[in-house]
């Protein structure tokens, strides 16, 4: 058997014990006090020291000199009221239910293995532990603030569960060469008219007016300036505006989500939203101010460093239990670490519903398969040590 399969699945009670820990804390977003004191202090016991990057997140490394590669889990959780009735739940309004929870155990665990061998390392391993995944601003924090410098990373790799669904059959591990979510962007129009009392309406400027013009306006981009080809959402989610029936609107605003799966599409998309914005407006004598409210790059794995990762998986694990998958819908901040250097994301599956597990991501009542978290650490160590006895 391959030694860190072997030994995560010694490991497994440690790990589940940690799992359900974590998952007992859930905090949200870079409100992560116990969550950071759980995981320095444990790295602290297995011999690293430990620092925080961007905020709330942690990272340390292991060996020394050679290829650099990061290993990335998140750690935040849900504004939910957790409905999974386990033992462990959490009581303080906030759920786990995208399994950070799992990924920070799964990653403390391959700390550890890999630190026991760290003679035998040849090259080094970083740890990223991030915070704010569900905000799509913790990456971004900890880039900002250099976790890919100091030593400089060369390659990333990340790793989700995924459960609930028919195709995720405990202990599977799936990989996803290029494209693989799709950007996601929040956008905020503040149109701003001129107030006047209704009866007056020709001395006013209507905010309202200009908001459903540019509403209109915005949609014709996907009809006539995005190839039929290209997925592309623009959607005005939100629309405020307005006081009373009998007033010329002063002001109205818009918010608008955009998605889609290309880089220069997403820039394009952005460009062509600010400038119909302001134009709509100044066609009928207002003023509108774009603001980029928030938003995450699609998340791009590195096609060749996707497929050696997989590589890796497959030789450690049965035969069968490791696939290539095309593109899933949803967004991932580790989009902006994937950004900078080569990078991948792969998936542990932790049930699948023909083993019982009906509910996916992001459901209150979602569990997983424990006894399927070890592979999520072996794998975690495993591709770490071949990529860096391959590439150094
Ligand atoms: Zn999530
Ligand atoms: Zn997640």
């Known amino acids: 058997m391959n030694y860190f399969l072997n030994r995560a699945k010694e490991l497994e009670q440690e790990l589940i014990a940690m799992r359900r820990e974590l998952h007992s804390y859930a905090e949200l977003g870079f409100d992560l006090p116990k969550t950071n004191a759980f995981v320095t202090e444990k790295l602290r016991s297995y011999g690293y020291e430990p620092k925080t990057v961007g905020k709330a997140g942690v990272t340390c490394t292991v060996g020394k000199g050679g290829k650099v590669l990061l290993l990335r889990a998140d750690m935040d959780a849900l504004p939910m009221p957790e409905e999974s009735g386990m033992p462990y739940a959490a009581q303080n309004g906030h759920c786990h239910s995208c399994g950070h929870d799992c990924h920070t155990a799964m990653l403390l665990i391959a700390a550890k293995m890999l630190k026991e061998k760290e003679g035998e390392l040849k090259g080094t391993v970083k740890f990223m532990f991030q915070p704010a995944e569900e905000l799509l601003a913790g990456a971004a924090a900890m880039v900002e603030d250099g976790i890919l410098e100091n030593p400089k990373v060369d390659v990333a790799l990340g790793l989700h569960i995924s459960v609930g669904m028919d ?61 039929s080809t290209q997925p592309a959402v623009v959607l005005v989610g939100k629309m405020e505006g307005g006081s ?80 290539e998958i095309g593109p899933s819908g949803g967004g991932e901040d580790f989009a902006v670490v994937a950004e900078k ?38 794998t975690y160590a495993q591709c770490a040590v071949r990529y860096l006895e391959e590439n150094c």
């Not at 109205?252 to 889609?260: D, G, M, W, Y």
């Not at 460009?271 to 302001?278: D, M, V």
């Not at 599956?349 to 999520?376: F, Q, R």
Request: aromatic residues 6%.
């Open 167 to 227: 195709d995720t059959r405990s202990g599977i591990i799936r990989y996803i060469p290029g494209v693989a979510n799709n950007s996601g962007d929040a956008i905020r129009i503040s149109i701003q008219g001129h107030g006047v009392h209704g009866s007056k309406a020709y001395l006013g400027v209507d905010a309202i007016n200009i908001a459903a013009h540019t509403i209109i306006a915005l949609q014709e981009i996907l009809a006539l300036e995005i190839p």
């Open 341 to 378: 250097v080569p990078g991948a994301m792969i998936y542990l599956g932790v049930g699948s519903t023909a083993e019982g597990y009906c509910h996916p991501g992001h459901d209150p009542k979602m569990k997983v398969n424990e006894e399927a978290l070890y592979v999520g650490s072996a």
């Open 244 to 323: 009373s029936c009998n007033s010329v609107a002063d002001t109205a605003s818009l918010e608008i989500s955009v998605r889609t799966n290309s880089v220069e599409t997403r820039n394009f998309l952005k460009k062509r939203i600010k400038e119909i914005a302001e134009s709509v407006a100044s066609t009928y004598r207002g003023t509108a101010t774009v603001e980029h409210m928030y938003g995450m790059p699609p998340l791009v794995n590195d096609p060749d460093f996707a497929r050696e990762m997989g590589r890796y998986a497959a030789e450690m694990l049965p035969q069968g239990d490791v696939e």
